[in-house]
């Protein structure tokens, strides 16, 4: 098919924009990590940064020597392996019932739960709550309380309702009962919209911060996003970096903040092209459910 | 005629029960059938109680002076001293609120069109690879939290050091304090949420692009129709229930204005613009102790959610959407 040559200028200004907002996307992340890898005189030069003029480690050596960003990287692991997991599973048990559309008071137990994606106690009660369950300074805080997700868990009954009944039928004649169709029937045929749903929590667990800052006070159970939070925006941690600096490192701080924050981004950019995929095919599963 | 009494069917039941099985006892052995799924059901109702329903006892901590002697039972009612005081006596709830409002609306009024351009425009790519490549890379900040992107956008801003302000000197510009001058901090906070979200956003309209039928347009190439004629009469016309339905889902948050984004960003230097009633819940409540206060701040905004939630609900199904439920 041939284009007429309006349509070629329409396509070159077109592609020209968008390289252009794609650099406006992708810049900033490259520039902290050039920081991150400059000596501090390189890291305060004014200008843009692709890459470092004058490469130094110092940065990444002490970032990744540092004992509390490793503890807070284990918080993070464990909230997001475990907190997953559980959640999945969990979100299956309540997904599955909700799906059977014998279930005695089915549209009761689903009210029950969708009421509370529009109204809840809010920031204080909340706390109050997990301060008389005792979960005030205890990992299970970061497990517990955001163990279902209401929305994922109607995405998923929705899924499961589109199993055909005549699978279950024909378990349910040679003698499964519900737990046995659920594991070896349901959640082999559902795969793809539970590894959607998976990624979607493990960022959510990668990416929270605001219930460590709410709920935990003990520095050995905070998470990865909270130590960043306190290097680059409160600043308590940056002194921590700041014992045996030696003289070519004075004005550490930039270096050492871009550090920090590339280490909390990388797994999520190396997992990215897996989000992507799945990310976006999720979605339009959420925005086709109607 | 059936008369019910002479019912044979019925009769016979009765001969044999002796007596109609009671509502309790048919719900009962129906429960006893699915006796496996409930025991599935079960933890995950016991979760809401705990979880989702829990915070709502404390909710009446807006109608008492929180005493922390006698606990959220125990103190003392107050009627709604709390709800009187934020709206005729205290001198920051006013301005929360409509920090909150302004904010949100402009929230609204540039990123909700934002990721529609963007959508018609990668919609119109003609390179299938560089589409994929431009639809990947506008995604990217979607997937990191604000205390990252913060982070960044601390380092690019600065008034003394930052690239942006590098870039704004060398067209002869004047450099901009963009996160500590309450003048340009609230358009630091829509573009900065532009800059994440945008490229996200595209996904539900790209979707609902695909679904323009080709032969339209061939049809109006016939008609000699010119592309921006055939955006404004094929192309937006197909996707509008889409817009529509987004944009009264949008409404339903007005009250959202960006938790997360602003506690991250912002400093007393711009409380005075970018204070909202999430962030005054969490400075005040927690940090200053002011339990009570704060909890009718947050149940005050639940409600105003709720009932717009309701409401745009109600709006979208008469617009002929599905709605939410």
């Known amino acids: 098919m041939k284009h007429s040559r309006g349509s070629n200028l329409f396509q070159a200004c077109l592609i020209t924009f968008m390289i252009i907002l794609c650099i406006v996307m992708l810049y900033p992340f490259v520039h902290m990590l050039s920081i991150s890898f400059s000596t501090p005189a ?31 990287f284990g918080n993070t692991v464990f909230r997001t392996v475990v907190g997953t997991v559980c959640s999945i599973l969990f979100m299956s048990f309540g997904a599955y019932p909700l799906s059977r559309k014998y279930l005695p008071h089915r549209n009761v137990y689903t009210m029950l739960i969708v009421f509370t994606m529009f109204f809840s106690g809010g920031m204080i009660p ?19 309380p955001g163990l279902i997700s209401t929305f994922s868990m109607l995405i998923l009954r929705n899924f499961f309702q589109n199993i055909p009944d005549e699978l279950e039928d024909s378990a349910k004649i040679d003698g499964a009962n519900d737990l046995r169709i659920l594991f070896q029937l349901v959640l082999p045929l559902s795969m793809p919209v539970i590894a959607t749903l998976s990624l979607w929590s493990a960022v959510g667990h990668w990416n929270a911060w605001f219930d ?27 002194s921590m970096f700041a014992a045996d600096v030696k003289g070519s490192e004075l004005g550490y701080q930039e270096p050492i903040k871009a550090a920090t924050l590339m280490f909390t981004a990388l797994p999520i950019i190396i997992v990215y092209p897996f989000l992507q995929k799945y990310f976006v095919k999720g979605t339009m599963v959420g925005s086709l459910k109607g | 005629m059936m008369n019910p009494v002479h019912n044979p069917e019925v009769d016979g039941k009765k001969n044999i029960f002796n007596e109609q099985p009671s509502k309790w006892a048919t719900t009962w052995r129906e429960y006893k059938k699915c006796r496996y799924l409930f025991l599935l059901l079960a933890p995950v109702m016991i979760w809401y109680a ?28 107050v009627g709604f001293k709390h709800f009187e005081f934020l709206f005729f006596q205290s001198p920051d709830f006013l301005m929360i609120l409509k920090n909150t409002i302004i904010i949100s609306f402009l929230h609204i009024l540039f990123g909700f069109p934002a990721p529609i351009i963007l959508a018609l425009l990668i919609n119109e790519i003609r390179s299938g690879a560089f589409k994929r490549v431009a639809q990947s890379l506008t995604y990217l900040p979607h997937f990191f939290s604000w205390v990252i992107l913060s982070g960044i956008l601390i380092t690019l801003l600065s008034p003394s050091s930052g690239v942006v302000n590098y870039l704004l000197q060398l067209v002869g510009l004047e450099s901009v304090y963009f996160l500590g001058d309450p003048n340009h901090f609230r358009s630091t906070l829509v573009i900065s949420a532009i800059w994440k979200e945008v490229g996200w956003g595209t996904i539900i309209y790209l979707a609902a692009l695909a679904g323009v039928q080709p032969e339209m347009y061939e049809a109006a190439v016939m008609d000699g129709a ?62 200053n102790f002011q339990f009570s206060l704060t909890t009718a701040v947050g149940l005050f905004k639940n409600v105003i959610a709720f009932a717009l939630v309701l409401a745009t609900n109600y709006m979208a199904k008469r617009f002929g959407q599905q709605g939410l439920f």
């Not at chain 1, 460590?212 to 680059?232: C, E, G, M, N, W």
């Not at chain 2, 339905?245 to 409404?251: G, P, Y």
């Open chain 1, 212 to 238: 460590a800052v709410l709920y935990i006070q003990d520095p050995s159970k905070q998470v990865l996003q909270t130590f960043l939070r306190r290097v680059v925006i409160t600043g308590e941690n940056l």
């Open chain 1, 126 to 144: 909340s706390y109050f709550l997990i301060k008389s369950l005792g979960l005030l300074d205890s990992r299970l805080v970061y497990i517990i």
């Open chain 2, 226 to 287: 010119s592309r921006w004629r055939q955006t404004l009469s094929i192309t937006l016309p197909t996707i509008m229930p889409v817009i529509v339905l987004m944009f009264i889902l949008r409404i339903g948050n007005v009250l959202d204005a960006g938790f997360d984004q602003i506690l991250n960003l912002y400093s007393p230097a711009t409380y005075s613009v970018a204070d909202i009633l999430d962030t005054y819940v969490y400075r005040v409540g927690l940090q």
């Open chain 2, 50 to 77: 705990v979880f989702a329903y829990g915070p709502m006892y404390g909710i009446q901590l807006a109608f008492k002076d929180f005493r922390i002697m006698d606990g959220i039972w125990g103190s003392p009612w």
């Open chain 1, 42 to 72: 390189e890291a305060l030069r004014l200008g843009i940064h692709l890459y470092p003029q004058q490469v130094s480690f110092f940065a990444w050596e002490k970032v990744l020597g540092n004992q509390d960003i490793w503890m807070g």
